[in-house]
């Protein structure tokens, strides 16, 4: 009788790469390593040799790169979903789909454990979980950092673990940031940034994105068009959605856009400092909001600024594949219905200004709008709206006149004597 399976989430980073051998050395499994490709734009060939090098019974690298763009970022850019006014999600949008296609995996190999890399400290330890609760409660979840044979409590300990075997260490000891890259963005954790006194050493750090003050002087111009708030075409080319991603990432990442330095709210209940490059994300969603703009009514946009941020923080919490969840994105298509038309950006030195904008659902009225009176609208029509409006504050002061108390007297304290001369 072969020994039982676990499927392990694999990345070839520092973490897992030490799994491998951890698990082989502390649990009799036969070990499956899991790649999903989310456009990290690793080479999977050498990840899925040092996989099997390091005692890997076999390496699968799934190519989830359109799945990811389609099921996950375009339900979060149409909902202009960003956690703490800052965060895009880029890291929480990828871990649904990486703990589903662990599911997947672990029911087509007869595993009965899957096992992650996530540290006890992280977010990334709920959202693989939540996941795999998901689709598969019956399967036993090892969390290496929260296991108890797991005697490593840094990077540090984890390089040596592998020096100490003569295994390859997959990173320099200088460039030891705890990184996260996908399709959508690259986050920086660690070294200096733990300390939130420092600036970020971006010029060291950056991998996607040109320094802004290093950006070209010209700036550039780009134009995005939307279908019931889905991205089709950049500068009047249609394009699939890897492509699309992978031009806007060119486009901001030499021109600048898409910088974050924040230190935001874990799950956990702890703070931690993060810096991320989103260029082709932060270009989609400031386009995707002007849209929104143009063709949205007043009510409607501003309830789904509160889905949005209820969206933005089930997303960051792991629970993608919950109800509620599936609620917010059928809300979200509903108002995306007639979010079509294009949108002009201009791109300078890290910045992103709106350069005009179109939808033949546009609710903007030239006619209305205008300060020139028009059929539609006559400036005495408010006359009525703001007497009616204002009925409760001018009854409440009047109120307030009769009894000699408030901010409606004579002599009330809340106005202040100004100078005459």
């Given at each position: ?88 999600l ?13 599911v ?58 592998l020096?100490d ?35 970020p ?31 089709v ?45 989103t ?23 501003h ?16 629970k ?15 108002t ?33 709008a ?5 059929e ?46």
């Amino acid at each position: 009788m072969g020994k039982d399976k676990v499927v392990l989430a694999y990345s070839g980073g520092l973490d897992t790469t030490v799994i491998i051998p951890w698990l082989k050395e502390n649990y009799d499994y036969d070990v499956i390593a899991v790649c999903v490709d989310v456009g990290q734009g690793d080479d999977w060939k050498a990840i899925k040799d040092r996989a099997l090098r390091t005692g890997a019974s076999a390496c699968y690298v799934v190519d989830a790169r359109e799945e990811y763009i389609t099921e996950y970022i375009w339900p979060s850019v149409k909902a202009n979903a960003v956690y703490e006014d800052r965060y895009l999600l880029g890291t929480s949008t990828a871990r649904p789909l990486i703990g589903k296609i662990l599911v997947e995996y672990a029911r087509q190999e007869g595993a009965v454990a899957i096992c992650h890399g996530a540290t006890g400290k992280g977010n990334d330890q709920v959202r693989f979980e939540l996941a795999i609760k998901a689709f598969a409660p019956d399967l036993k979840v090892i969390a290496a950092w929260r296991d108890p044979k797991w005697n490593m409590d840094s990077r540090e300990a984890e390089i040596k673990y592998l020096e100490d075997r003569n295994l390859e260490v997959p990173m320099k000891k200088d460039q030891s940031y705890s990184r996260d890259e996908n399709i959508w963005h690259l986050s920086h954790e660690g070294l200096e940034l733990e300390k939130t006194e420092n600036e970020p050493n971006w010029k060291h750090m950056l991998k996607l994105t040109t320094p802004p003050e290093e950006a070209p002087d010209a700036g550039e111009y780009v134009k995005i068009d939307f279908e019931k708030g889905v991205p089709v075409k950049v500068n009047d080319k249609e394009m699939s959605p890897l492509e699309i991603m992978l031009e806007l990432n060119k486009i901001g990442g030499r021109n600048g856009v898409g910088l974050v330095d924040i230190c935001e709210n874990r799950f956990v209940g702890m703070k931690s400092r993060g810096c991320y490059e989103t260029p082709g994300g932060s270009i989609l969603y400031y386009a995707h909001e002007m849209l929104d703009h143009l063709c949205l009514d007043r009510d409607t946009y501003h309830y789904k600024q509160l889905v949005a941020l209820r969206m933005s923080e089930l997303i960051y919490d792991g629970k993608w594949f919950t109800t509620l969840m599936d609620a917010c994105m059928a809300f979200v298509d509903k108002t995306q219905e007639t979010v079509t038309g294009w949108v002009k950006l201009k791109l300078y030195k890290g910045s992103i200004r709106g350069a005009g904008s179109y939808s033949k659902y546009s609710l903007y009225n030239e006619s209305i709008a205008s300060f020139t009176t028009g059929e539609l609208y006559d400036h005495k029509d408010a006359q009525g709206f703001i007497t009616l409006v204002g009925l409760p504050l001018k009854v409440r002061a009047m109120m307030e006149q009769s009894v000699g108390e408030g901010q409606a007297v004579r002599e009330s304290e809340s106005l202040k004597k100004r100078p005459t001369e």
